[in-house]
């Protein structure tokens, strides 16, 4: 077998991996004062430069008929690196998605004008907290641009992730963009032992949970000697009844539902999401989210869619429990970011009702889904890191009583993104709910759209709650104000309610761009 | 062109109604010009059509593309044929002359502006309602002219008699809207299209039920806007409104517009005897309905409004006889069109002369006090009741004509309608302008300004010579023909009897109208000691009894039945749902404890969990 590599088809990652090495070295010898510039452009040019490449890759015109294609009528179908990867028309649409959430992303956290004190990543991360080095280090105004390598590694390994068409290179892109999040997870400038607690919390726990995904491709190594999904598939058919095999579905699939915070492997996503820095929450809230639910599609559907009746009725089980404890425990939440982070739980497990569809629908249904979602969550966690008082940011629930009368720009943009987090018609929400539960009808999926719907209802309530607080209540005497923040936020906040209400309002291009885009290659 | 028909009175609404307090001065003027603009291109539009052959004189004209969903595909066009142009000559040419005629007697209303542009409003939307080439479009033209005359009735708002008359316009209005919408959804089912071109050619091949049932549900429609017997009761309240919007809309044009759907569905009810037999049924109860109540009332406005049912009631009863009755329909559509308008006005200007007092006791020898209304009235009544050659006679003898021609009953009830018409006509024109004056302290009748007389001369005219010129000069008959189909067919009673009759029944309730109240004293006070009828006419006939046993009640029953069963049973459930869903949360919050080795404990059992479910489904 000849190595091969093909450089064009996997552009997008290399340039981001490339970009996260020169990062590197902008650290060792750009001076201290212009690092954060620097960083700042090679962060959004590598970042468009592989979304530039990603649309090289989707235009290109398409090796055969559609037909055979898996319905992708243009762009690149081909394997790479001797099929450890598989650039096809889905795949290229989660790049896409990943990069541009990324894009918004590294905008916010770019913010340093919402902090009196910088921006939302510590002076000087190895300082204890509350010590006189930390004082200091602040008192200077020193910020960690090391952040910026971190996060290029990160996007570049979920980039990877969707595509990667072996087990071994979805867990090597899994740590790669797993381990920076560890780190920036700990490193907010406030609350920061919080914010070490969810960092150990999320490296112990990731680490367990890799573990698992880990072992389980050992087991299907073990019966089928391959690692590669297609060849996977086809061993399966013949050994498929091996209890290894099914021990190994198993595994895998909770290595994956960790990654997704799936119920009963959910319990670090609220502490995390609450100790890390906001702006770095809607980072992981988004694209985590987008990444994983890809990496399970793939997995699911092409590694193991031959076996589909014997892991189902474990994803029903794990849906309905994720649907119904995700809405259930959001209600009596009182912190904004925990609110937040029990409804993402929730909304994996909407998303899980389309890899359990197991179809063409299911698919685009999700990838829809997951595009329409990660806006809604970087708007709705950027907005969050705007509403401040003296000791940072105001999330208490209590503390956003009013907040409709002081400022109803950012109010009213919240509500929009609560209301599509509820899936109310005219936003993205409705359409990718409605999308995914027409799929998972198709699928024979009835009962668990009920459920869905009943875990929707459930949903609204909080919130709805919310909304009737910002805008019905009187604001309290000594409440927390609404930060003006630079560009960068605004810009942010600007495209994720723009998404928000074009998927809403005109839904069908995009919807005929994922359709375009076939289902996976294998 | 035919867009510009409706564009002109929309951009005057849309103008005084946008442009607020600086139009206040040249508002009405401006809503008078862009009535009369849209009058001009009405005629204008007419002289084209003369220069084309019968066949081609129907134009549409297609704008733009209003719904397409799915299998449903709605244009946004027009279409204007001889039916339409009617129509659109009445509307506009009576509507210009009660805008001029509304500069005087709105002169000292401080929201002077406002009353303009809902009239401007409701001329756009009759427009769109007669000139639409599908029935989606013309039900919305049909609503807006329901929201206009809605804002028009209760303009007063002050006064909480005409707030409620509008809230019971638009409610009674709603329930023969349901109509217009059902035949609709069942012409889409039907049919697969709600064209009226579509329709008129699917008809034919459709299940005799479905047109029936269409044809009944477009009854009811027109029943609700041409306040038609059951949905009657709310036209005598709509007096309430401003003098000219009763001219206009409430006797002129809109509450004609069931007539005009019926004519329009034609293909539908040609089809079905049953619905044509429930049109004429309908048409013969209100005619009497009206004719009753007009005998009894007091106020002069109510009387014209009892006088407008039964003559719609006249134009229903004709367009149910089906081919041999649409012409004729539609000929004393118009004619009753000029003349009510007249006679309307002639009340308004009396109304201005008296202090806006509508009481006919009141009233009396006003024929030397205000000449030019009571010729002006004189003529209207000449023409309402039929006297050969005002315009009236022409068409209304038609349609007892017809009306024999299909049945004796119906005949004899057209009949006895003209009889009572005579009656309560006369006592109107006696208790008004004749006999000794009644007025009450400090009235002094006066003629009104020229703005008012000068629409109402014009009008007297239509009246007088109206009926003439259309069936000499402009032929209706073989105007409509291409649209409508023959007029004529064969008749069991013969013209030359059925003239000399009508007459005779004419003149008996004319004399006995006159003997009544125009040799006797009539009382100031209206006398308590009536006959039981006399009762039952004052109190419209308990129409609004009647809506308050049959509906009302149950409804506000239902109503509150509804509220106890929200109130305890769905509250209930959700409240007690709610609070077990929240206690449920706050049980599962303590699950989540902050310590990443119980986290891990819950992963393995999860793992167990997979575990176990897997090697279930494998037994």
Known sequence: ??????????????????????????????????????????????????????LINATKTLVGDPATNGGQTHGLRQFAVNGATVIDGAGLFLQGTLILIAFVAALLLAENQVDPQGDAFAARSSTLPGSEDERQFTAQGWTQTEIWPLYLFCVGGMVLFPVANDFLTMFVALEVFSLPLYLMAGMARRRRLLSQEAALKYFVLGAFSSAFFLFGSALIYAVTATMNFGQVSVALENAGQDTLVITGIGMIA??????????????????????????????????????AFAAMLRVFYVAFGGMRWDWRPMFWVVAILTMLIGSILAVTQTDIKRMLAFSSIAHAGFLLLGVIATSASGLSSSLLYLFAYGFTTIGSFAVVSLVRDAAGEATHLSQWAGLGKKSPVV???????LLALAGIPLTSGFTGKFAIFTAAIGGGATPLVIVAVIASAIAAFFYARVIVLMFFTEPPVDGPNVVIPSWFTKIAIGVSVAVTLLIGVFPQPLIDLIVSSGIFAS | MTAALIGLPLFGAATLLLGGRRTNAWGHFFAVAMSASSFFVGIFLFIQMLGRSGEERAVGQYLFDWISVGRFHVPFGLHIDQLSMVFVLLITGVGTLIHVYSIGYMEHD??????????????????????????LLLYVGWEGVGLASYLLISFYQHKPSAAAAGKKAFIVNRVGDVGLSIAVMLMFVTFGTVTFEGVAAGAPQAAPSHVTWIGLALLLAACGKSAQFPLQSWLLDAMEGPTPVSALIHAATMVTAGVYLITRAHAIFDLSSTARTAVVTIGAITLLLGAFIGTAKDDIKKGLAGSTMSQIGYMILAAGLGPAGYVFAIFHLLTH?????????????????????????HYGALRTAMKITYATFGLGYLAIIGVPPFS???????????????????GLATLLGAGVTAFYMTRMMAMTFFGEARWEKGIHPHESPATMTAPMLILALGSAFG?????????????LEPIVGIGHSDHAVSNTILIPVTLLVVLVGAGYGWMTYGRRPV????????SLLTRAARADAYGDALNEAVFMRPGQYLTRALVWFDSKAIDGTIGGLSAAIGGLSARGRKLQNGYARSYALTMLGGAVLIAFVLLLVRL
């Open chain 2, 523 to 530: 009382p100031v006070v209206a006398p308590e000691n009536v």
């Open chain 2, 337 to 361: 069109g000029l003349f009510k308008a007249g006679l309307f006005l002639g009340a308004g200007s009396v109304m201005h002369g008296m202090n806006d007092d509508v009481n006919m006791r």
């Open chain 1, 411 to 417: 109010a009213t943009s919240f509500a929009l993104f």
């Open chain 1, 1 to 54: 077998m000849k190595n091969s590599f093909e450089y064009a088809a996997l552009a997008p990652i290399v340039v981001l991996l490339g970009a996260g090495v020169f990062s590197i070295l902008i650290e060792a010898f750009v001076p201290r004062t212009s690092r954060r510039i620097c960083q700042l452009f090679l962060v959004l040019g590598s970042l468009a430069l592989s979304f530039g490449y990603v």
């Open chain 2, 467 to 479: 009926g003439l010129l259309l069936v000499f000069v402009g032929d209706i008959e073989g105007w």
């Open chain 2, 110 to 135: 401080p929201n002077r502006r406002r009353f303009f542009a809902y009239l401007n409003l409701f001329v756009a939307a009759m427009l769109l309602l007669v000139l639409a080439d599908n029935y």
């Open chain 1, 254 to 291: 909770i290595g994956l539902l960790f990654k997704v915070g799936a119920v009963p492997f959910h319990q670090w996503i609220p502490d995390v999401y609450q100790g890390s820095p906001t702006a770095l929450t809607a980072f992981m809230g988004a694209a985590t989210k987008v990444a």
């Open chain 2, 392 to 410: 009236g006679f022409w068409s209304k003898d038609e349609i007892i004509h017809a009306a024999f021609g299909q049945n004796i009953y119906i």
